[in-house]
């Protein structure tokens, strides 16, 4: 499990792969614990034949093959942060090179004892002495981190302080949905309908893995209508949206970006998309059986809701474990 300084501050290397939902969740832990952190991306730059065949290795084995492919870490690294398959598998190898405690968040699928912590959702069904279950996906949305952002963009994004604002944040093709025209097609008639109906304005969001024609689509069937794009240029508004909007509507395939729309007071609706996944279902349900999210439409209710966040559970169990 590596050696662990107690009562110290840390340094974190976090290891993953470079997606930005990855990321959020790995910066989102270290700035609520009071670290320093260094991301170091990897990637899978190899077959899948070789992917699928490292699987079946024992570890020791698996760390030969990556023995001069691992990242090089700060010589004042206190800790390892890792996230996700691969990323575990890598945090992993670098915490036994490196002799560091790791934590890991989501599921690993592998070597679970060899873990100091893992902080997994509720939907990955696993359990164990050193596994924390936690309802949402780890974040930095905090109560002060939106009032900060709402004085950074309010001006920039509702001068004239309109309501209801509704903020859309968009995802895209995963390994479990595909965002196509018929889906394009379907959410801009709800945004239209919803404006309409509210005498609301609108801010769509793009993210990495928005496709280019899913907003011509948008844009072209929302003319005319009090709407504005974000799509990759200039500075990116996406937490000004989570904290000047009064209404968010999320597609389904990013559990990231509902967790984090679920930390604020928004009223929250989910799009869904073509495909699915079974865990991201169960999180889907969770977050209806709670009241906190609905099904975007033009007659989701409206008002302040109570946010949801399980960040602080996370902290306070690892400050528990590690003696901070």
Same mark, same amino acid.
């Given at each position: 499990?590596?050696?662990?300084?107690?009562? &110290?501050?840390?340094?974190?290397?976090?290891?993953?792969?470079?997606?930005?939902?990855?990321?959020?969740?790995?910066?989102?832990?270290?700035?609520?614990?009071?670290?320093?952190?260094?991301?170091?991306?990897?990637?899978?730059?190899?077959? #899948?034949?070789?992917?699928?065949?490292?699987?079946?290795?024992?570890?020791?084995?698996?760390?030969?093959?990556?023995?001069?492919?691992?990242?090089?870490?700060?010589?004042?690294?206190?800790?390892?942060?890792? +996230? *996700?398959?691969?990323?575990?598998?890598?945090?992993?190898?670098?915490? $036994? &090179?490196?002799?560091?405690? =790791?934590?890991?968040?989501?599921?690993?699928? #592998?070597?679970?004892? !060899?873990?100091?912590? =893992?902080?997994?959702?509720?939907? $990955?069904?696993?359990?164990?002495?050193?596994?924390?279950?936690?309802?949402?996906?780890?974040?930095? +949305?905090?109560?002060?981190?939106? &009032?900060?952002?709402?004085?950074?963009?309010?001006? &920039?994004?509702?001068?004239? #302080?309109?309501?209801?604002?509704?903020?859309?944040?968009?995802?895209?093709?995963? *390994? #479990?949905? =595909?965002? $196509?025209?018929?889906?394009?097609?379907?959410?801009?008639?709800?945004?239209?309908?919803?404006?309409?109906? !509210?005498?609301?304005?609108? +801010?769509?969001?793009?993210?990495?893995?928005?496709?280019?024609?899913?907003?011509?689509?948008?844009?072209?069937?929302?003319?005319?209508?009090?709407?504005?794009?974000?799509?990759?240029? *200039?500075?990116?508004?996406?937490?000004?949206?989570?904290?000047?909007? $009064?209404?968010?509507?999320?597609?389904?395939?990013?559990?990231?970006?509902?967790?984090?729309?679920?930390?604020?007071?928004?009223?929250? *609706?989910?799009?869904?998309?073509?495909?699915?996944?079974?865990?991201?279902?169960?999180?889907?349900?969770?977050?209806?059986?709670?009241?906190?999210?609905?099904?975007?439409?033009?007659?989701?209710?409206?008002?302040?809701?109570?946010?949801?966040?399980?960040?602080?559970?996370?902290?306070?169990?690892?400050?528990?474990?590690?003696?901070?």
């Amino acid at each position: 499990m590596g050696r662990m300084r107690k009562n &110290k501050i840390r340094k974190a290397a976090l290891i993953g792969e470079d997606f930005v939902g990855m990321q959020a969740q790995l910066f989102g832990l270290v700035e609520r614990l009071g670290w320093e952190g260094r991301f170091y991306p990897v990637y899978r730059n190899f077959s #899948r034949l070789t992917m699928q065949a490292l699987r079946l290795m024992p570890f020791w084995l698996v760390k030969i093959f990556f023995k001069k492919r691992l990242p090089v870490l700060d010589k004042e690294t206190d800790i390892v942060l890792s +996230i *996700g398959g691969f990323g575990g598998w890598i945090g992993l190898m670098l915490a $036994d &090179k490196y002799d560091l405690p =790791i934590i890991q968040i989501q599921n690993p699928r #592998r070597n679970f004892k !060899k873990y100091a912590l =893992i902080l997994s959702g509720d939907h $990955d069904e696993i359990s164990g002495q050193n596994i924390l279950s936690l309802p949402m996906a780890l974040h930095g +949305i905090t109560g002060a981190v939106l &009032k900060q952002e709402f004085l950074n963009w309010q001006n &920039k994004l509702n001068q004239e #302080r309109k309501t209801p604002f509704l903020g859309v944040l968009l995802g895209g093709n995963n *390994g #479990r949905h =595909i965002f $196509d025209r018929e889906c394009a097609e379907r959410l801009s008639q709800e945004i239209r309908a919803f404006l309409t109906k !509210k005498s609301a304005y609108a +801010i769509i969001v793009a993210s990495r893995r928005t496709p280019e024609f899913i907003l011509r689509i948008l844009e072209e069937h929302l003319q005319n209508l009090p709407v504005t794009f974000w799509k990759g240029e *200039g500075e990116n508004p996406y937490k000004g949206v989570l904290a000047c909007c $009064d209404v968010l509507c999320v597609t389904e395939d990013s559990v990231s970006m509902l967790s984090e729309a679920a930390a604020t007071k928004a009223a929250l *609706g989910i799009f869904s998309l073509k495909g699915h996944s079974k865990k991201l279902e169960k999180f889907h349900k969770f977050l209806f059986s709670t009241g906190r999210a609905q099904a975007f439409t033009s007659d989701m209710k409206l008002g302040e809701f109570q946010p949801l966040d399980s960040g602080d559970k996370a902290v306070a169990e690892i400050q528990k474990r590690f003696l901070l």
